[in-house]
């Protein structure tokens, strides 16, 4: 089991920035990529970016790319999103996301999620 807890989100101007961070817990050697991932209201969940864990490799949405970067720090078992250049548009719930070695890009474990809203 991992557990995932995120924090960070809050209200923001458009043009702003915000990093969001996710701690995780519990069997974090298992754990092949951490990913973010977007809900806004009446829409479905989305995908904003993920991270191999090991080798580091990144991945973006196209509506993120160039303004949100993913990062993440093993020792401390800690994925960061930092976004900038924030538009009305991605006001939403941000969750994290941890998938487990063996299960590819299958994420078993999710936060609990940390609103993020910019203000036009």
């Known amino acids: 089991q991992v557990q995932l807890v995120e924090s960070g989100g809050g209200l923001v101007q458009a043009g702003g920035s915000l990093r969001l961070s996710c701690a995780a817990s519990g069997r974090t050697f298992t754990i092949y990529t951490m990913g973010w991932f977007r809900q806004a209201p009446g829409k479905e969940r989305e995908f904003v970016a993920h991270i191999n864990w090991s080798g580091g490799n990144t991945y973006y949405a196209d509506s993120v790319k160039g303004r949100f970067t993913i990062s993440g720090d093993t020792a401390k078992n800690t994925v960061y999103l930092q976004m900038n250049s924030l538009k009305p548009e991605d006001t939403a719930v941000y969750y994290c996301?941890?998938?487990?070695?063996?299960?590819?890009?299958?994420?078993?474990?999710w936060g609990q999620g940390t609103q993020v809203t910019v203000s036009s």
């Open positions: 996301a941890a998938s487990m070695v063996g299960r590819g890009l299958q994420y078993d474990y």
